[in-house]
């Protein structure tokens, strides 16, 4: 009997606690054949694409979340949850295999979920990053520049904030993706300015492969210019 590439998993909603099913693709069958510049995947079989089904959307009370939201609830955050989400929401189940068109909704609803709840810029970086990805496998070039815009503040905002302690992205990770996203969106003298800060952390990054892709890109940049 052949093996689909998904499968249903049933997990609890972080908000409500109900139980629901959302759809995820076996390990075994995801093959990335490159990263592009702003770590991208490139997946061989562009119909089996993980991103996306990153996001688990619950039927029941609306809330959109990813593995990296935050297991804590501040006081009042579901009290508010249930206000400015739930109670527009019309019951609606992502569970099934997605478009892109129904992935990028995931995402959005997700990335309100995350305000709501007060997740930091990184979580919501991210989020906005992967619509970016998205919009790019649509062919929509004007859609991936806004929502990289969106991505490059968050991402300067957890810089700032220091939100990568404690998580896998390092802070030499960060700095890149605003240099490279201030690079994708046109804003030059940030790209610049960003990716020496790359190169400058060299002596005390645990990134080598990053550094190496800072400077390709800040000789292209200066070569351009």
């Known amino acids: 009997m052949e093996v689909s590439a998904t499968y249903a998993k049933k997990i609890e909603c972080e908000n409500c606690k109900e139980k629901f099913t959302t759809t995820k693709i076996r390990s075994r069958f995801v093959r990335v054949s490159k990263h592009e510049s702003d770590f991208k995947p490139v997946y061989s079989d562009s119909n089996i694409n993980p991103i996306l089904y990153n996001v688990a959307v619950c039927p029941t009370c609306g809330f959109a979340f990813t593995d990296e939201f935050s297991s804590y609830f501040a006081p009042g955050v579901k009290e508010e949850i249930n206000q400015k989400i739930t109670s527009l929401w019309s019951g609606r189940s992502f569970g099934d295999e997605r478009t892109i068109d129904e992935a990028i909704e995931t995402y959005k609803l997700a990335y309100v979920s995350a305000g709501v709840k007060k997740e930091k810029s990184l979580t ?11 919009y790019d496998d649509k062919n929509d070039i004007d859609s991936g520049i806004r929502f990289r815009k969106v991505s490059r503040n968050l991402y300067t905002e957890a810089y700032s904030a220091g939100d990568h302690a404690g998580t896998q992205m390092s802070e030499t990770r960060v700095l890149y993706l605003m240099a490279e996203l201030s690079h994708q969106i046109g804003d030059k003298e940030e790209a610049i300015r960003n990716f020496s800060k790359v190169i400058e952390s060299q002596r005390i990054s645990t990134d080598p492969q990053i550094i190496e892709m800072a400077k390709e890109r800040w000789q292209e940049i200066r070569e351009q210019r």
Do not use: P, T
């Open 124 to 134: 919501m970086a991210g989020i906005m990053l992967r619509i970016a990805w998205l």
